[in-house]
């Protein structure tokens, strides 16, 4: 089956742009929001059902090994029918999930509601593969950071309403021992979904494809040669998405262990406290995050991410070590260089795939995974030891993304030069094949020829 017809970001008029990259964006509340109320129920779910908090990391394993299993069939999915269907069957997926946490709180079965988690997950990882490709080919590969960046933004808004619930309704009164308000809260997130089907349906989305990049840059010939070849071949997406799992793992881990780590500091913050304060970390995230939109405008992002994941490691290992509240102060600086974490992976690990960007996405999406995995290491040894020794857990994760940063970094250095900027790769793409073509006329066939064994990645290291 052919891959639906479309046009390029540049071709649409700036109303149709901004409509289609809105009601896009809007989809990054629908995963800000269940992964905001994952982060608490695990703490929930330990009073509720009496399971330690290695039992309670299920959860995870179920929503984001829905990642793992799931992003590649989504991949192929929208390449075969589009992005709008493809968004529907995330949103299908994604609804249904919600609807059957209801009979699993009612009646109060760990199991059930594990399963539902995992169905809720299918429809995420689809909403992604669709939302993050779609926004990263929506303009110039340059600011495609800085997009994602934004968008990734309301995510995080949608993130910290999850633990503002549950530290207004799932910690006080009757529902501290009890699924009551759990119950409710999933039927409202499935009537989400319903809602944003029906937006979908009549709102006009343009199919928007990545294979002739000749449009964005004014010229044909990029166009015939932009295929950089076989997917495992594109080290940056498979080592972006090694780099990616390690990040989401790390993420989720710190996240979903907060409400423990700060009831055991031992100074006196109580589980309804400790959501709220968790609460407050989420809108540190996204505070840092709409200035990390700013700051890639003008810095290069694998640069800025090699910095943010540095001290992402560095607060990681101060949250494993110091007691009291230095240990809260510095996991909030944590969440603060967090931020911009995940829009620079995706971004720098799909960047020139050209015809291959869907199945990269789907790849990328894959590391999700690292959600399901990493919760396991730190409940197991948070079961075994202080809840703030596991943090040593994450920082690992933060360590290899920084290698990863650094690894781009040198070669982009290697390639054309350091710079602190951002780079415009589709004008130094253009730039390189005009000088490839500027062969003598005795030439002019072995030039065709030698221009059209150029990849991507060498086009830009030419400029």
């Not at 498979?238 to 989720?252: D, I, M, N, R």
């Not at 304060?277 to 640069?303: H, K, M």
């Amino acid at each position: 089956m052919a891959s639906p017809a479309g046009q390029t970001g540049a071709q649409l008029g700036q109303k149709q742009w901004a409509s289609a990259f809105a009601l896009v964006t809007s989809l990054c509340f629908t995963w800000g929001f269940a992964y905001g109320l994952l982060s608490v129920l695990n703490a929930h779910f330990q009073t509720v059902f009496g399971v330690t908090k290695l039992q309670s990391t299920f959860l995870q394993l179920a929503y984001f090994g829905a990642y793992f299993v799931w992003a590649p069939f989504a991949g192929v999915i929208i390449r075969r029918i589009g992005y709008k269907k493809g968004i529907h069957v995330g949103l299908a997926l994604y609804s249904i999930g919600a609807i059957f946490c209801w009979p699993s709180a009612k009646f109060e079965t760990y199991g059930g509601f594990v399963g539902s988690i995992f169905v809720t997950g299918c429809g995420l990882s689809t909403l992604e593969v669709a939302a993050n490709s779609y926004i990263t080919i929506l303009g110039t590969p340059q600011y495609a950071a800085a997009r994602l960046n934004f968008s990734h933004g309301f995510q995080a808004v949608a993130t910290f309403a999850g633990p503002l619930i549950a530290s207004r309704w799932f910690f006080t009164g009757a529902n501290a021992t009890s699924l009551g308000t759990v119950q409710w809260v999933y039927l409202a997130v499935a009537g989400s979904g319903i809602a944003l089907h029906i937006l979908f349906f009549f709102c006009d989305l343009p199919e928007i494809i990545e294979e002739p990049l000749a449009e964005e840059t004014g010229d044909s010939e990029v166009g015939t040669i932009y295929n950089p070849g076989p997917l495992w071949k594109q080290y940056h997406c498979v080592l972006g998405f090694v780099a990616l799992t390690a990040y989401y793992g790390a993420q989720v881990t710190v996240a979903s262990f907060a409400v423990n780590f700060l009831v055991d500091q031992k100074v006196g913050i109580s589980q309804s406290k400790a959501s709220q304060l968790l609460s407050f970390c989420q809108i540190t995230f996204t505070i840092s995050r709409f200035i990390g939109v700013a700051i890639l405008n003008f810095i290069d992002p694998a640069l800025l991410l090699a910095v943010y994941g540095f001290c992402c490691s560095l607060f990681c290992l101060l949250v494993s070590q110091l007691p009291g509240y230095r240990a809260v102060g510095c996991f909030f600086c944590l969440f603060f260089f967090e931020s911009i974490c995940y829009p620079c992976i995706f971004s720098l690990g799909t960047k020139n795939l050209g015809v291959q960007t869907k199945r990269g996405t789907g790849l990328i999406v894959m590391g999700v995974v690292g959600g399901a995995w990493y919760p396991l290491a730190q409940g197991a040894l948070a079961d075994r030891a202080y809840t703030r020794r596991s943090y040593l857990v994450p920082m690992s994760g933060f360590f290899t993304v920084t290698i990863y940063a650094i690894g781009i970094v040198v070669d982009q250095t290697r390639k054309s030069g350091f710079t602190f900027h951002n780079r415009d790769e589709l004008s130094a793409m253009h730039a390189a094949d005009c000088c490839l073509t500027e062969s003598p006329p005795d030439d002019a066939k072995a030039g065709s020829n030698r221009r059209k064994r150029v990849s991507s990645a060498e086009l830009i290291a030419v400029a």
